[in-house]
C-alpha cells in the first residue's frame, strides 16, 4: 500500500511552545490529508482536512488558530500546535487518501506522540 | 451526523479461535467500511475493506460481512494467532468529496497462547 510517514514520531515540549508535525506522502501526491486526534485507549478523531492550495477544513470544535495546518506541497502537509498546553497532550496521526483505489481508502501515518509539560 | 458503534470494546480468545467484531452505522449513504488494525504506539493499517455493494470479502483468514438494509458490518478472524492481538477500528464514509471517515471506538482483541 501506499507510505504515509511523520516526523517526528515524538516530542517533548514545555507548556506555551509550539510544535510542528510533519506529514508526508512517500510515494504518491495528495491533494487532501486528514489529521487525527487520539487520547489513550480512544479511538481516532478527525480534527481538520488538509488541502494542498488551500484552507484547510476543521471538525466542529477544533481551534483552527490553535492547530495551524498547511498543505506546501503535494506530497506534505504540517500541523502547528500553537502555545501547546498540557491538555494538547495526544498521539496526533495524519492520513492521506490512496489514488490508486478512487480516493475512498486512507493510509496512515505512524503518528507523532506530543507530551506537553 | 454519522455515528458508528463499535463492539465489544473487548475481547479475548484462546489461539486458534475466532474472534468477531461488530459494527453499527446510522447513515444510509454511507457506502465504504473498512477495518484498521493498531498496535500500540503505532498508526492503523488497513486489513481489510466492503463496499456496499458487496455483502462479504475474505482475505485468508480476515472475512468482513456488510448487511446493508440492519446497517451492520463485522469483522471476522479466523485461526487467531497471538500477533493478532491489537486494537481493531471500524469505519465508515460516504462519496461526500473527501471521504471523510468515522469510527468506532476500537475493539482490544487479546489472543492468549
Known amino acids: 500500500g501506499a507510505v504515509v510517514s511523520q516526523h517526528p514520531s515524538r516530542v517533548i515540549c514545555k507548556s506555551g511552545t509550539s510544535v510542528k508535525i510533519e506529514c508526508r506522502s512517500l510515494d504518491f501526491q495528495a491533494t487532501t490529508m486528514f489529521w487525527y486526534r487520539q487520547f489513550p485507549k480512544q479511538s481516532l478523531m478527525l480534527m481538520a482536512t488538509?488541502?494542498?492550495?488551500?484552507?484547510?477544513?476543521?471538525e466542529q470544535g477544533v481551534e483552527k488558530d490553535k492547530f495551524l495546518i498547511n498543505h506546501a506541497s503535494l506530497t506534505l502537509s504540517t500541523l502547528t500546535v500553537t502555545s501547546a498546553h498540557p491538555e494538547d497532550s495526544s498521539f496526533y496521526i495524519c492520513s492521506a487518501p490512496s489514488p490508486q483505489r478512487a480516493g475512498e481508502t486512507q493510509y496512515f501515518g505512524p503518528g507523532t506522540r506530543l507530551l506537553v509539560l | 451526523g454519522e455515528n458508528v458503534e463499535q463492539h465489544p470494546s473487548t475481547l479475548s480468545v484462546q489461539e486458534g479461535d475466532s474472534a468477531v467484531i461488530k459494527c453499527t452505522y446510522s447513515d444510509s449513504a454511507s457506502n465504504y467500511f473498512p477495518w484498521y488494525k493498531q498496535e500500540l504506539g503505532k498508526g492503523p493499517q488497513l486489513i481489510i475493506d466492503?463496499?456496499?455493494?458487496?455483502g462479504e470479502k475474505k482475505d485468508q483468514r480476515i472475512a468482513v460481512t456488510l448487511n446493508k438494509t440492519a446497517k451492520h458490518f463485522s469483522l471476522h478472524i479466523t485461526e487467531t494467532q497471538p500477533e493478532d492481538s491489537a486494537v481493531y477500528f471500524c469505519a465508515a464514509s460516504k462519496p461526500s468529496g473527501t471521504y471523510k471517515y468515522i469510527f468506532g471506538t476500537g475493539t482490544r482483541l487479546k489472543v492468549l497462547a
Open positions: 466492503i463496499r456496499s455493494n458487496v
Open positions: 488538509s488541502n494542498e492550495g488551500s484552507k484547510a477544513t476543521y
